[in-house]
């Protein structure tokens, strides 16, 4: 059994781990109720903009698009990974990872034996993970979450554009945690570029929607197509800082509870412990007196 200046001291860090994980739950709650309305204002946004994007391009060729539509042979790969700043938030960065990992070994691994995979890192643990593996890191714009708006996201939207106009990459993808609700955050993978042209279900009656065009499609869709790509960045970082707050306020619930129960058992154990000792120096003293007395 441990002494009681063990189990003092135990109990002592665990009540100091209890307060510092209560008080980070607090502060992750406040701050998933600005980035969950955040993401929930722009969510409706970024789907329409998505579906009438895929109703002027089902009728048009995939050149139609411009260069951002048009498929080419998959030599060079770039992974926009979505990850956080910090840990404490659980499975939250490891699940994107991991699923980056799985595309890699299902998808591109000639690429990867070839050298031909790059990262755009937004986010040090994505950043840290792959520098440690020895992926090539294109760039870390883990500063996005600090002071996050759109222009910023414009900008790296707008690098990320011109290196695939230039032919330095054939294929984006996008990897981050879908908000879905508090408790919950779905790993999501989506092509970014080229810009996937919408199936049609041959099964399903499709209801043409009658627009006016003005000046004509292809130059609609050329203008689109940039909007609808730093949209679609744009709402995956606000869905990802939503999701970390969700995750890092769960986590730190969850470790608040188990350092209660913990608390509880080492609160006992340090009872039974006083009890020993008090029941030895009980007996020593009996013991003692006994002696005296022969």
């Not at 593996?133 to 011109?162: C, P, Q, W």
């Not at 003005?214 to 130059?219: G, I, L, N, S, V």
């Not at 949209?231 to 969850?254: F, I, P, W």
Request: proline share 3%.
């Amino acid at each position: 059994m441990p002494s009681l200046k063990e189990v003092r001291t135990r109990i002592t860090s665990t009540i100091s781990t209890q307060q510092i994980t209560s008080a980070m739950k607090m502060v992750s709650a406040a701050k998933l109720r600005r980035a969950q309305d955040a993401i929930l204002q722009m969510r409706p946004y970024a789907n329409k903009l998505k579906e009438i994007l895929a109703n002027v391009t089902s009728s048009l060729e995939a050149s139609a698009g411009g260069q951002f539509a048009k498929e080419r042979p998959v030599k060079n790969v770039l992974f926009v990974m979505v990850t956080s700043n910090r840990g404490l938030c659980g499975a939250f960065n490891s699940n994107p990872i991991r699923l980056a990992m799985r595309t890699i070994i299902e998808k591109y691994a000639e690429q990867k034996k070839a050298g031909n995979i790059q990262v755009l890192a937004i986010g040090k643990k994505g950043a840290d993970f792959f520098r440690k593996n020895n992926f090539r890191i294109f760039a870390n714009h883990s500063e996005l979450f600090d002071g996050m708006s759109y222009d910023k996201t414009s900008a790296v939207v707008e690098t990320i554009m011109a290196e695939y106009a230039a032919g330095k990459f054939d294929v984006v993808e996008l990897f981050y945690n879908q908000f879905k609700n508090t408790a919950t955050q779905v790993v999501t993978a989506e092509q970014y570029l080229p810009v996937v042209k919408p199936v049609q279900d041959k099964t399903v009656k499709k209801t043409s929607i009658d627009y006016i065009y003005e000046p004509d499609k292809e130059e609609i869709v050329k203008d689109l197509i940039p909007k609808a790509l730093k949209v679609q960045l744009y709402k995956a970082l606000l869905d990802s800082n939503a999701s970390e707050h969700g995750a890092r306020m769960t986590a730190m619930h969850k470790a608040t509870d188990n350092a209660q129960e913990m608390l509880k058992e080492l609160r006992l154990t340090y009872n039974k412990a006083r009890q020993a000792t008090i029941t030895k120096e009980i007996l020593e003293i009996v013991g003692g007196a006994e002696a005296l007395k022969n």
